[in-house]
């Protein structure tokens, strides 16, 4: 009896140890082939985990991270990934798109805010935040992380570099000691990075003003009224983002020069204030294409609303029509015909965007129906691009391939944010891409199918640029395009 109770003990001793060693063996489970891991709830931090996984879907985005941190690896007093924002989100996307090995089922993701709080970004984890806004903070604190590197040598030390015998420690300032590494990722944007443009012309003289650019990480699109009987697309939320506006009281030179031109003895005249049709457009499509949809609205008492409508979108997207194009002059007959192929292209006439009328049977108009169209050919997940009912649209330049759909559900007060994302690809075929979806709501992983993910309520869309073998070509000599 006495051996009985030793045994019995030695047995609940090693059980002790296990689970010492190794905690309970219901959060050492591991993860289901195929799915991702999920992430660990800090509060109410489901806005972070949900955007978290987005980012992951993205390939170019963590091949870009990976580039952006190599510069570390050469510096002698490397930082730690608790000081540098890149570094701490490159192992985290790494690990939910499984680049990393790691058979745990939930990962902890409290290391981004601890080294947002470096670059003194204060959020709280007990309290509603919005993905949007940390997207920004994200790509924003990475511009500034950037920019704190070196790109610039002494002045006095440009002649040297031109020496390519002359290695880069041989280099050193001749008033600051040796010179910082060189390296040309540290020029590059992220790819989330584009370029909008902005024209203004003159209703009186059709003067137009010297075209603006302005950057973006987001397309930040408004939904506008819907018709009755008619869906709501994205094609109509991206048209009502560049359709032109008029701007009134506005000082035109070219209206100036011409009423003093017509004045007698060099009189002075008054600036003339016209009305000028302001245009946006696309100056620069990034890799990565971020789409915010703005969900917020007011009423006329001035409290918050949120809009539930369903706006329609595709698993591809063409953005050509929305595309700047650069007018081209008429000098010679080349450059005439030049220009009738570039007016040809559709929504575009003269570098400015038109919107396509009904009897335009054109691209721009068919991809109304494409960018949000709810034909059973589109909810089908074949891998390509269903490009046969569309033959005009055979070639689009700018298409884009949808690979995350974050969703809030609840209201302007509280609420809830989930995934809809792509399962990374094989590790036997890491350049493909998956048409399996998954579901993440925090730590909860699931499979979706690709009807589930278009019938979904979206907040932010993250698509990524589908290239050709000519358009790869072409990338490699102009990366900025």
Same mark, same amino acid.
């Given at each position: 009896? @006495? ?22 063996? $219901?959060? @050492?489970?591991? @993860?289901?082939?195929?799915?991702? #891991? ?50 701490? +989100?490159?192992?985290? +996307? ?36 919005? *993905? ?171 409290? #918050? ?8 979108? &595709? ?52 991809? +109304?129906?494409? &960018? ?31 690979? *995350? ?19 990374? #690809? ?21 499979? *979706? ?8 309520? $979206? ?23």
């Amino acid at each position: 009896m @006495r051996s009985w109770g030793v045994i019995g003990g030695l047995a609940a001793a090693v059980a002790a140890g296990i689970y010492v060693l190794w905690g309970p063996i $219901a959060e @050492r489970k591991k @993860r289901r082939r195929g799915l991702v #891991p999920g992430l660990l709830n800090l509060g109410n931090t489901c806005f972070m985990n949900s955007l978290l996984q987005g980012l992951s879907s993205c390939p170019s985005f963590i091949r870009w991270l990976e580039e952006f941190t190599a510069q570390y690896k050469a510096e002698q007093n490397q930082p730690s990934e608790q000081q540098c924002l890149s570094l701490t +989100l490159l192992h985290l +996307l790494r690990a939910l798109s499984c680049q990393e090995v790691t058979e745990d089922d939930v990962l902890d993701a409290s290391c981004l805010l601890e080294v947002l709080r470096i670059y003194r970004w204060q959020i709280s984890t007990f309290e509603e935040q919005d *993905a949007h806004e940390l997207f920004h903070v994200l790509t924003s604190s990475l511009e500034d992380e950037r920019d704190r590197q070196p790109r610039v040598t002494h002045l006095f030390d440009v002649h040297s570099l031109e020496q390519p015998e002359i290695t880069q420690k041989q280099i050193s300032c001749r008033t600051r000691g040796s010179l910082p590494p060189m390296s040309n990722h540290w020029k590059s944007q992220h790819p989330f990075h584009g370029r909008l443009t902005s024209n203004m012309v003159c209703k009186h003289c059709e003067h137009q003003s010297p075209v603006r650019y302005d950057t973006f990480d987001s397309l930040s699109l408004s939904i506008p009224a819907a018709m009755w009987g008619h869906p709501m697309t994205l094609d109509h939320c991206l048209h009502h983002f560049i359709s032109s506006e008029s701007v009134k009281d506005v000082v035109c030179d070219n209206c100036t020069k011409i009423q003093a031109e017509g004045t007698l003895n060099g009189q002075s005249v008054e600036n003339q204030k016209t009305t000028f049709v302001k245009q946006l457009k696309l100056g620069k499509l990034p890799q990565c294409l971020c789409i915010h949809l703005q969900r917020l609205s007011w009423s006329n008492q001035g409290t #918050p609303l949120k809009r539930h409508e369903h706006v329609q979108f &595709n698993e591809f997207l063409i953005m050509d029509i929305y595309k700047y194009h650069i007018p081209v002059h008429k000098s010679t007959q080349s450059d005439l015909n030049q220009k009738s192929s570039e007016e040809t292209k559709p929504g575009t006439k003269d570098g400015l965007a038109v919107k396509p009328s009904d009897a335009e049977q054109t691209c721009g108009t068919k991809s +109304l129906l494409m &960018n949000g169209a709810c034909s059973s050919s589109f909810l089908m997940s074949s891998g390509t691009f269903p490009l046969t009912a569309f033959p005009e649209c055979s070639s689009p330049v700018y298409l884009y391939r949808l690979m *995350a759909v974050v969703v809030h559900h609840g209201d302007m007060h509280s609420g809830h944010f989930v995934t809809y994302r792509r399962s990374p #690809p094989s590790s036997k075929n890491p350049l493909s891409v998956s048409n399996q979806w998954l579901w993440i709501s925090d730590d909860t992983v699931r499979k *979706a199918s690709l009807q589930e993910v278009l019938s979904s309520s $979206a907040y932010l869309l993250f698509y990524e640029r589908v290239h050709s073998r000519v358009q790869h070509q072409s990338l490699e000599l102009r990366p900025e395009e």
